[in-house]
């Protein structure tokens, strides 16, 4: 079946770690790419969006991803976490069907 | 800034109820949508709205309902509520479907 899929469901890091979550979508053609962020008990709110062009997109809070066409991949990295870091993180794809897919969500802790 | 409101935050019903969450948006967007948000899933896409009076079914419409009379408002009705319907309920909206959604807080539904 089509989906989104987030292979790390339960991320631990320390302050100043880098971080790379992963995101793989099954769908071909035209695709338009997110990553949402959900801090604890705020809403869900976006992070950073691909819809064309470079494929290494800088979104908020230091945060980016790449691209990578060939291997249906949008991964979402950060050179070095916060303890403000600590959310729920979804992968997101607007395939060429219209409605937008999420993946099953990262939650990243932050240990200071 | 977009603004997403849903009428509650909290709300604990009764098996068999009735159930109404309202959402209403400040963006004249022409898109609006319900998620139920469940650990380990992701965001899952109940139902969807493209225009006034206008809806389609997402993945998982079943024991559900909507309705659009104005365009700023979205509601999602649950005719007859059952406890497998407790959850998160997020109302998102768009300007175009293909576009970023912004998320209104969530109402976290339980039935008992």
């Known amino acids: 079946a089509q989906s989104v899929s987030q292979h790390n469901h339960h991320v631990i890091l320390s302050e100043a770690a880098s971080l790379e979550l992963g995101c793989n979508y099954s769908y071909g053609g035209t695709v338009n790419l997110f990553w949402y962020v959900q801090y604890p008990g705020q809403h869900l709110q976006l992070l950073l969006k691909y819809f064309s062009g470079d494929p290494l997109v800088k979104g908020i809070k230091g945060f980016e991803a790449e691209f990578i066409k060939s291997k249906f991949s949008f991964n979402l990295r950060k050179p070095s976490v916060q303890w403000s870091d600590t959310a729920e993180y979804f992968c997101a794809v607007i395939p060429p069907t219209g409605k937008l897919i999420f993946g099953q969500g990262t939650t990243l802790q932050v240990k200071p | 800034d977009v603004k997403v409101t849903q009428s509650s935050r909290y709300l604990v019903k009764r098996t068999g109820e009735k159930v109404f969450l309202e959402c209403v948006q400040d963006m004249d967007h022409e898109n609006m949508f319900w998620y139920r948000q469940d650990p380990g899933l992701g965001l899952r896409l109940i139902y969807f709205?493209?225009?006034?009076?206008?809806?389609e079914k997402g993945d998982i419409p079943e024991g559900y309902s909507v309705s659009r009379e104005k365009k700023e408002r979205f509601s999602l009705i649950l005719e007859s509520a059952s406890t497998n319907q407790t959850s998160m309920y997020l109302c998102?909206?768009?300007?175009?479907?293909?576009?970023?959604?912004?998320f209104g807080p969530g109402t976290r539904l339980t039935v008992t």
């Open positions: 998102a909206s768009s300007s175009w479907p293909y576009y970023e959604q912004y």
């Open positions: 709205s493209y225009d006034v009076k206008m809806k």
